[in-house]
């Protein structure tokens, strides 16, 4: 019987297994063997040495350190704020019944839209002398801000946008987190007396709480793999001086500017080991604290 | 039934399978195919049949649609040959589409190339060597004779004994300036350093009710670096031994000069609005140093403002640069594609093509028949913004070409940025770029 | 819960002002898409242009192969999507119906790569097609994407929670495996299907980084890659950008007003799984 079916299986996964195998599983382990090139010839695709020259050089080049920095600062500025924000407003949402749908509506129309042409639209609304955002400032009178050819700024200005992009979908997934919660729970706080801050801090962000860690991963993941949003708010640049230079771009520059696979593969690893690390992270601090 | 629903699934999945495998088959049938094509081409050298050959270039705006209007004309002469353009963006996206071209076994016929990427195409042999053909009986005509492009030029293109590529967009640097604003306030286009300062200093203040900025710096600042260190009275690079020279006082002064202009607000680089030319004539910016291929664009944004160009300002030495891409041909083409890609080159800086692209678009003219020719000169005697430009040949130089120069330019792009955008001071930043410059240079050798 | 009349007129304040400014973006690119040069640089802004410069739009169109880039795009979208699916199903049903050896280990192996970002494949895939011919080619474009991990996963959570009565009832009846998979579990798990395809179209549709590498010519460019090599062939031409920008914008905003309920769903029943 199960000889059978495995043969069965095989007939109906080899569909998704070949294409998987070919362009996930096979560049993944390749990946890897890239990342010990120390000298190889990309045009004729001819290794002649391995060694761990690439690992060596990223533990050396100041330009990656500064790509690991700016991307950990990215992930600090977007996933807190837009966490808070987006629970802010599903909290928000889940209170009204009249046009709660069209509000949910619009908070993710910027979600389903190209990335590189709302970031086009966002270079042209951070333009320092004709764009909307420093026009808006200057009402409270703050003076022109170099939002995009400045490096203190360059950054923010990147965050700004991508908190915009993200925060509906986040909302989504707090308003569904939120929907499962029972009336019970909060009946049962009601008896009991609770107010409102003591039903949310009781009832509400424990029930939240897996949905809180999901949140969160997917966040902290999506951004550490930020990309298109530099390249096209910066006109194929990572920013004045580096200043929006992440692992990612850092990783295409080595390959697709440079030419240099091995640095490009090992950088592109060491971005995996900090993801799975963090994901390991997440999975041993959310079962220590979800558990009632 | 058990049987014919597993054979519609088989069936599901075969075609799946053999729709990717037909795929490769065509893949590798149309290789076959063009290395058939190479051979029974190769048995022809005359170019009876017809070819298509692939021009990638970088070329925007009015450039784009005067090399659009070349090749029409010039596929209208060859009734065999048509051009294929094909517009990659700017230089960098170019670049990189080039490397990635001849890492797919895809590169166009021919592209628009500085000579520090020939060196880098030649090392692994992508490029093809033109002096054959240059010499063969296919080759100039006499009338317009190879030798009559300007020397510079041919020795950008010369590598050992080979020869990489023809000059095509050549350009130098020169000072636009903003004349309405120049003379409501009694000044005269700056001669030296001094005078653009103070001239700088002086424009730099609301006009018309618009906040103008006297001094504009173009993006890529790196790129013209060497253009101050010379002007300055320094030297930047020794060519032969592969030294930089440009770690001393005069480099410190030219360093110090851009650095105190930006810092007191009396220069602003190009920044958001991607070249000058934009915020020039938008009344932004009252001048700026930048390509004389910008000509056009000014030129054609300008509306009723008054403006001209000048001469570069000098310090202790005048110094032009003389920048801008040649034509390579890629290896991997076709003896028929070359002869007709070479046809399209040769056509391309004809005495009268290069004359009429020079006037289309402020880039130079190649040969120094036409440079001389009266067509050329009437037409800068009557167009003074072209005078600046020619004006500069005595004081010109080209760019070093050495192996690793692309990486010590990227070492002085990053460090440089340092002090535009950072505040990293002059000295320290003249330090750090001449060690990574040198570093660059002796990892090349 | 009850909420007070004046604390609930101020939570739509703040959602309204939120809305406005989640909003704000696509109203000024669309006005300044419809502006001339002089208005798109004039300080404090315009926002309703004089007249409605329509020209803006032909004129883009006129500048760079749009029409080009959008058959790509759809051409892309749907075929890549399509081989999705069909994987996806088959996948799915063989991971959550068929008791095969070696399931567990295989399921935990595939799950456990969805984890290595999609960065890591970049070079080894653009090597593996460059030598396969494909760059600058539709192979290129679309065969890496028709099946997808989290497809899988997702289909084969929906067609767990389909009863196993079903399944010993379809084969009393002598239905086959395929036969009930094809009448019974795909009717049933109709609306997860439409998500995966919603979900897929978007992204497809919006992808950016591997088009970008993996085409040279301008035939071959989809949306996003020929706006962002528009736009530096524009330069600054603010209104032109936008007339473009919102080319691509649109279409994805009208399918999701449209479709919402499915896309909405998906996500937030992606989302609970976590």
């Known amino acids: 019987m199960k000889l059978k079916e495995t043969a069965k299986a095989v007939l109906y996964l080899s569909p998704a297994l070949l294409i998987i195998g070919v362009f996930t599983i096979y560049p993944m382990i390749k990946s890897f063997f890239m990342s010990f090139y120390a000298e190889y010839d990309y045009f004729n695709d001819v290794v002649h040495r391995y060694g761990f020259d690439n690992f060596v050089y990223l533990w050396n080049d100041a330009v990656f350190h500064k790509a690991l920095q700016n991307t950990f600062i990215f992930v600090l500025g977007v996933v807190p704020v837009s966490i808070l924000l987006s629970l802010w407003i599903a909290l928000m949402l889940n209170s009204i019944t009249f046009l709660n749908k069209f509000f949910r509506t619009i908070y993710f129309i910027p979600f389903v839209t190209s990335v590189v042409a709302v970031s086009i639209v966002w270079r042209w609304i951070f333009h320092s002398n004709y764009g909307i955002m420093n026009y808006f400032l200057s009402w409270f009178g703050v003076d022109p801000i170099n939002w995009l050819t400045s490096t203190e700024w360059a950054m923010p200005s990147l965050i700004i946008l991508s908190i915009w992009k993200g925060l509906g979908y986040n909302i989504i997934i707090f308003l569904a987190g939120l929907q499962t919660i029972g009336d019970t729970y909060y009946n049962a706080a009601r008896i009991d007396g609770a107010n409102r801050w003591n039903r949310f801090i009781h009832v509400t962000l424990p029930q939240l709480a897996p949905t809180t860690f999901f949140v969160s991963i997917i966040s902290i993941i999506g951004s550490f793999k930020v990309f298109d949003e530099i390249y096209a708010l910066f006109d194929g640049k990572a920013g004045p001086s580096n200043s929006a230079l992440t692992v990612v771009y850092y990783v295409f520059d080595k390959f697709y500017g440079e ?4 640095v490009a593969s090992a950088a592109a690893y060491v971005l995996f080991a900090i993801i799975f690390v963090f994901t390991l992270l997440q999975f041993y601090v ?7 | 039934m058990k049987k014919f629903s597993l054979l519609v699934f088989l069936l599901m999945v075969s075609v799946l399978l053999v729709a990717c495998g037909d795929d490769k088959e065509e893949g590798n049938a149309s290789n076959a195919a063009s290395g058939d094509k190479k051979q029974t081409e190769t048995a022809k050298t005359e170019t009876t049949e017809p070819v298509e050959i692939e021009f990638w270039h970088a070329m925007n705006g009015d450039h784009e649609v005067w090399l659009e209007d070349a090749a029409a004309k010039f596929s209208e002469e060859n009734e065999n040959i048509t051009v294929k353009l094909v517009n990659q963006g700017s230089y960098g996206d170019l670049s990189q589409k080039l490397l990635a071209a001849a890492k797919a076994k895809t590169s166009p016929t021919i592209a628009q190339a500085y000579a520090e990427w020939m060196t880098e195409y030649n090392a692994n042999n992508l490029v093809v060597d033109l002096a054959p053909m240059i010499n063969g009986e ?35 640097r020169v000072l636009f300036y903003n004349k309405d604003y120049f003379e409501a306030n009694g000044l005269t286009a700056p001669t030296t350093w001094d005078e653009l300062a103070a001239a700088a200093k002086t424009l730099t203040k609301e006009i018309d009710g618009k906040q103008v900025v006297g001094m504009g710096f173009e993006n890529g600042l790196a790129h013209e670096i060497s253009m101050w260190f010379e002007q300055a009275g320094g030297d930047f690079v020794d060519e032969k031994e592969g030294k930089v020279l440009f770690n001393t006082d005069a480099g410190l002064r030219a360093l110090t000069f851009i650095d105190t202009m930006l810092k007191d607000g009396s220069a602003r680089m190009a920044g958001e609005d991607g070249y000058l030319s934009g915020p020039f004539t938008r009344g932004d910016v009252a001048m700026y140093i930048g390509s004389s291929a910008g000509l056009a664009y000014v030129a054609k944004d300008a509306g009723n403002m008054n403006w001209s160009t000048a ?3 000098k310090d202790v030495e005048a110094a032009a640069p ?10 991997n083409s076709t003896e028929a594609e070359q002869a007709a890609a070479f046809e399209f080159m040769k056509y391309l800086i004809t005495p009268e093509n290069t004359v009429d692209w020079a006037k289309a678009t402020g880039y130079l003219p190649v040969r120094e028949s036409a440079q001389q020719g009266q067509d050329w000169l009437s037409f800068i005697e009557e167009n003074e913004a072209y005078q600046a430009g020619n004006a500069q040949y005595a004081d010109g130089f080209i760019d070093v070409r050495l192996p690793g120069s692309y990486a010590m330019k990227n070492a002085i792009s990053v460090e440089l940025d340092k002090m535009l955008f950072e505040g990293a001071t002059p000295a320290e930043t003249l330090e750090a770029m001449s060690t990574k410059a040198q570093e660059a240079l002796d990892q090349a050798k | 819960m009850k909420t007070s009349p004046l604390s609930k007129t101020f939570i739509y304040g703040l959602l309204g002002i939120g809305s406005i400014l989640m909003l704000l973006p696509f109203v000024w690119m669309i006005s ?7 208005e798109v640089m004039m300080m404090p802004p315009i926002w309703i242009p004089e007249t409605f410069r329509f020209d803006n739009y032909v004129e883009a169109f006129k500048k760079a192969p749009f029409a080009t880039y959008f058959l790509n795009s759809v051409i892309v979208m749907v075929l890549s999507t399509l081989g999705e699916v069909i994987t996806t199903i088959l996948a799915a049903y063989a991971f959550s119906k068929l008791n095969f050896w070696g399931k567990d280990v295989l399921f935990a192996l595939l799950v456990g790569t969805m984890m290595v970002p999609g960065e890591v494949l970049l070079v080894p895939n653009f090597v593996l097609l460059s030598n396969l011919g494909w760059i600058d080619r539709y192979e290129a474009l679309i065969i890496p994407w028709t099946a997808s991990i989290f497809s899988i996963f997702l289909l084969r959570q929906f067609f767990m929670k389909i009863p196993k009565e079903l399944n010993y009832a379809a084969r009393v009846d002598g239905c086959t495996n395929f036969r009930f998979l094809w009448s019974i579990m795909i009717p049933i798990a109709k609306p997860a299907i439409v998500t995966i395809i919603l979900l897929k179209a978007i992204g497809s549709w919006n992808a950016f980084l591997w088009p970008l590498i993996v085409t040279n010519s301008k035939e071959m460019r989809t949306l996003p890659v020929g706006l962002t090599s528009f736009s530096t062939e524009a330069g600054t031409v603010y209104e032109l950008l936008m007339a473009a920008s919102t080319m691509i914008i649109l279409p994805m905003i009208i399918l999701f007003i449209f479709l919402q309920k499915y896309i909405i769903k998906g996500i937030a029943g992606a989302g609970i799984k976590g």
Do not use: C, H
């Open chain 1, 259 to 262: 030419w240099n696979f091995g």
């Open chain 1, 286 to 292: 959310s079962k220590k604290k979800i558990t009632y």
């Open chain 3, 32 to 38: 300044t898409s419809l502006k001339s040069g002089n």
């Open chain 2, 311 to 313: 001469p570069l300002p």
């Open chain 2, 322 to 331: 003389f920048q801008g891409t040649n034509i390579t041909m890629f290896a």
């Open chain 2, 138 to 172: 296919n080759g100039f005509p006499a009338d317009a004779s190879y030798e009559d492009i300007s020397e510079v030029f041919r020795v950008d293109n010369t590598f050992g004994d080979k020869v990489l590529g023809l000059p095509f967009n050549k350009s130098t």
